[in-house]
């Protein structure tokens, strides 16, 4: 019986060897790994981050002709897919109240943490927004300073490039730590920001 055993596990253990060295030789080769990883995920924009080239960034609601009355409200800023592929963004895109030459006017936008950040897919052709509040009332002593903007810079999360986009409004000329913040941005959203036209 003692015979029958020891046989029966030199068997036993001659199988389990080839099973691991098949395994070793299977993950070597690397194919059905990649298989087993991805196939879970949606493989065609796992990790591609939007581009700044491969969007078009525009302002829906907040011009209305002139502009630049003082007002509180807001607008959103708009990142539509241009390329070919799909792309992800998540967070808060930078925005600073810009001149017509690309200089920055004032303090840039604080984060607005209102709603929840997400992880959005931008197949091609869709859009994501991020809700952009602009204030320049209620600040004492005349601390604003207030000038006429003729645009936003805008930088989409986890890029540093700037892109320049037409956008009239009263902006606070006044920067620095100390100074008014009168642009407050919200994470982005999925869609366009049709409900985020001013009041």
């Known amino acids: 019986m003692r015979a029958s055993a020891r046989v029966a596990w030199r068997v036993a253990a001659a199988v389990a060897f080839a099973a691991t060295a098949a395994l070793a030789v299977t993950l070597t080769q690397g194919a059905p790994l ?39 409200g807001g607008a959103a800023v708009e990142f539509t897919n241009t390329s070919d592929t799909a ?54 002593g005349g601390s604003c300073k207030p000038v006429t903007a003729a645009g936003l810079n805008v930088v989409p999360p986890g890029q540093s490039g700037a892109r320049y986009v037409r956008h009239a409004a009263t902006a606070c000329s006044a920067a620095g730590p100390r100074e008014p913040i009168f642009l407050h941005v919200r994470a982005l959203q999925v869609g366009t920001g049709d409900a985020a036209k001013p009041r």
């Open 87 to 140: 792309c992800t963004m998540s967070g808060y895109p930078q925005v600073t109240a810009s001149r017509a030459d690309g200089v920055q006017i004032g303090n840039a936008a604080s984060r607005d943490a209102s709603v929840s950040i997400r992880r959005i897919v931008l197949t091609p052709g869709a859009t994501a927004h991020a809700v952009l509040g602009e204030d320049v009332s209620g600040f004492p």
């Open 34 to 72: 990649r298989t087993a990883l991805t196939s879970t995920r949606d493989t065609g924009h796992s990790g591609l981050a939007c581009q700044v080239s491969g969007l078009r960034i525009w302002v829906n609601g907040g011009d209305g002709g002139d502009g630049v009355a003082p007002r509180v």
